[in-house]
């Protein structure tokens, strides 16, 4: 058996560890679909590599440093560190209930992290891989401070599009210096800023030139990662300011009135989340860092020259191990728009689909399945719905459960036969097929190899017929049952990776009661632990018409939200287009919760004249009673939309966060129209 003997040189290479880690998430805003496309790779990929015998440690945590976590933190009006709590707890649930499993979830402004980092830092100051230069920064006179990265945006000086302070985001994507952006404008104030001596400290980033030129060839993971690098080399590298002007972030050895970059202390994270790991675990970390681990990053596309450039420069010249692979993803699209929070194309973790009951594993296997990881994935809730349904409800989920329901309603149990051998081969072939596109990150194609499996079973089921095999010969039926839940074992190993809830139920379903991750790929080709099976039950259900409705509305919804709110912001109404507004008072008389919603009340109000019913958001900030009898402002002239089915004739007004509603300050009779 081919496979056997490869699970076993595998087993044998556990001498030398595997540490995966995954970008670390910001914690300035909540999750979305676009961070999920490298978080669901990598649990899939340590899943199975574990599975296949490798010894893994799987280390990821949250970036809570730089300039724009300091200005939400003050609109906010509280600390930076604050904030960075409360998204670092709801990055953590979220990748918990989308079944993501980190052996450690560290946060860069923890106490290793400072330690490593000055540490790190010192290092390459004691090697004369850093020197002191006097910059040009931007400076606001208003705000009487030096303005860092995004604190300021401007025009950059290469292609002239519009670009922050750090980066032309807008344009040819390059890396920019403090003080290299034009006509710079504070983003605190929005006034004018000016340049200003400052003195800074760089990284002498072009001394690893020759380094990264051999060491990027032999660079493993994605072709993206290590093409997009290799030409970011060969256009030459300038050394890079690794200073910044912030009170928030890891001290600059010696100098308290600097802060070292935010992109030199986030990936000493990795080392210093391994370190805490090692702590807690009671193992060494530096046999990861300094002995010889395999280390592979998995990352998305937009930060490649931060990780195959600047970072192994860095680990090289303060004496760590480097990165073994490079795993960079595509860019995700909405509905084939260009992904923008501002413009309403996202997908929110939480809100939108874990809030609405929908399975993490759908979401897994969509994210894994519809395109290469290195392809830009188009999200469609109308593709989602219909991969789902085809694919795991139709092909995988059918043959499961016509193989399990007639080998206990029939046969009273397992056959006690053993498979046949062209049964085994095909199991062998998909079992090889799989761990090939793994080891090379092709997702897609070892998804397609399980499905293809599953295709294979629910073919040489109908092929056969055993419910009308046994008629005439019991056993060759028998025959057929057994080879079948040789088949669903298998896909069942191989798809816990991918689903790994719906994994353990089909295992237990299978006659299992322990955990399906203490089992190895290689038992895809074994037995059964007993006869006797647990009646069966469907393990999918189809994502229905009017499921796929409400995911659609919500989405439209929010961009129509967004592209109100932009063109309210840059629209100046005229007095005459203000009276077209039809603001009336409305006296709520009826508040009942929307099925399937934690948001939205569906409300009847009184206009004097009539009564309407109208959809709002408030279900989390009043309960029913509080709201009945209550005075509120009604737009009375919008076009009647539809929000989780239920129709809405008017949108009652709300101000701030908590939705705070806005009465009139004395008794008005209902209908009463706002002048």
Not at 158 to 176: F, I, N, S, V, W
Not at 377 to 397: I, P
Not at 475 to 492: E, P
Request: glycine letters at 8%; aromatic letters at 10%; a negative charge.
């Amino acid at each position: 058996m081919i496979f056997i003997a490869s699970i076993a040189k595998n087993i044998g290479m556990s001498d030398r560890p595997l540490l995966v880690t995954c970008g670390l998430p910001y914690t300035n805003g909540p999750c979305h679909i676009g961070h999920l496309r490298t978080y669901v790779p990598a649990d899939f990929y340590v899943r199975y590599m574990r599975r296949a015998g490798e010894d893994v440690v799987f280390i990821c945590g949250s970036d809570n440093h730089g300039t724009p976590i300091v200005i939400s933190a003050e609109q906010e009006g509280i600390t930076p560190r604050e904030l960075s709590e409360r998204y670092h707890r709801h990055f953590d649930e979220t990748f918990r209930r989308m079944h993501i499993r980190f052996n450690h979830f560290g946060m860069t402004d923890d106490p290793t992290n400072h330690a490593r980092t000055r540490s790190i830092v010192q290092r390459l100051i004691d090697g004369g891989y850093v020197y002191e230069q006097t910059v040009c920064q931007s400076y606001c006179p208003a705000c009487e401070r030096f303005l860092p990265d995004r604190y300021v945006e401007g025009i950059c000086p290469y292609c002239g599009a519009p670009a922050r302070g750090d980066e032309c985001d807008q344009g040819c994507g390059k890396h920019l210096e403090p003080g290299e952006i034009k006509e710079p404008i504070c983003k605190v104030c929005g006034g004018k800023a000016e340049l200003r001596d400052q003195e800074h400290f760089f990284f002498r980033l072009g001394e690893f030139s020759d380094f990264l030129l051999d060491y990027l060839p032999r660079l493993g993971g994605t072709t993206n990662a290590r093409n997009y690098a290799l030409g970011w080399v060969r256009e030459g590298l300038h050394d890079w300011c690794i200073t910044r002007t912030l009170d928030w972030g890891v001290k600059f050895p010696a100098h308290e009135d600097l802060v070292v970059y935010v992109w030199v202390d986030a990936p000493i994270g990795y080392i210093s989340f391994t370190e805490e790991w090692g702590e807690k675990s009671g193992n060494d970390w530096t046999q990861l860092w300094c002995g010889d681990a395999r280390i592979t990053h998995f990352i998305g596309q937009d930060i490649i020259y931060h990780h195959c450039v600047f970072w192994p420069a860095l680990l090289r010249g303060a004496g760590y191990g480097l990165p073994s692979d490079v795993v960079a993803s595509g860019m995700v699209k909405i509905d084939d728009k260009t992904f923008s929070k501002t413009r309403g194309y996202v997908v929110w973790t939480n809100d939108d689909y874990l809030d609405q009951g929908l399975p993490a594993d759908y979401l897994r296997y969509y994210l894994l399945a519809y395109t290469s990881h290195t392809k830009e994935l188009n999200f469609s809730w109308k593709v989602f719905s219909e991969r789902v349904n085809n694919e795991l409800v139709d092909t995988l989920g059918n043959f499961m459960y016509r193989t399990l329901h007639f080998t206990v309603r029939k046969l009273g149990g397992i056959p006690d036969l053993d498979t046949d051998p062209e049964i085994i081969a095909e199991i062998e072939a998909t079992l090889a097929a799989v761990d090939t596109a793994m080891r090379d990150y092709e997702f897609k194609n070892a998804i397609d190899s399980m499905m293809a499996l599953a295709s294979f079973g629910n073919s040489y089921i109908q092929k056969n017929a055993p419910w009308k095999l046994i008629k005439e010969d019991e056993r060759a039926a028998a025959q057929i049952i057994r080879n079948c839940c040789q088949i669903v074992k298998a896909l069942v190993l191989l798809f816990e990776p991918v689903i790994p809830v719906k994994g353990q139920e089909a295992w237990e379903m299978l006659g299992y009661t322990d955990e399906i991750g203490a089992h190895g790929l290689g038992e895809a080709l074994t037995g059964f632990a007993g006869r006797d099976l647990p009646a069966p039950a469907p393990l999918f259900e189809k994502i229905d018409e009017d499921t796929l409705a409400r995911l659609e509305e919500i989405l439209h919804m929010r961009v129509e939200h967004a592209t109100m709110k932009e063109q309210k912001d840059e629209t100046l109404l005229s007095i005459d287009e203000f009276a077209a507004v039809d603001l009336r008072v409305a006296t709520i008389v009826e508040a009942e919760k929307i099925e399937g919603s934690d948001k939205l009340y569906k409300l009847i109000v009184d206009l004097g004249e009539e009564t309407r019913q109208v959809v709002s958001g408030i279900a989390r900030f009043y309960t029913p009673e509080e709201l009945i009898g209550t005075d509120v402002i009604l737009v009375a002239n919008l076009k009647p939309a539809k929000l989780f089915g239920v129709e809405s004739n008017g949108m009652i007004l709300a101000a701030g966060e908590d939705a705070s509603l806005l009465v009139p300050l004395r008794k008005v009779d209902p209908g009463t129209r706002i002048l």
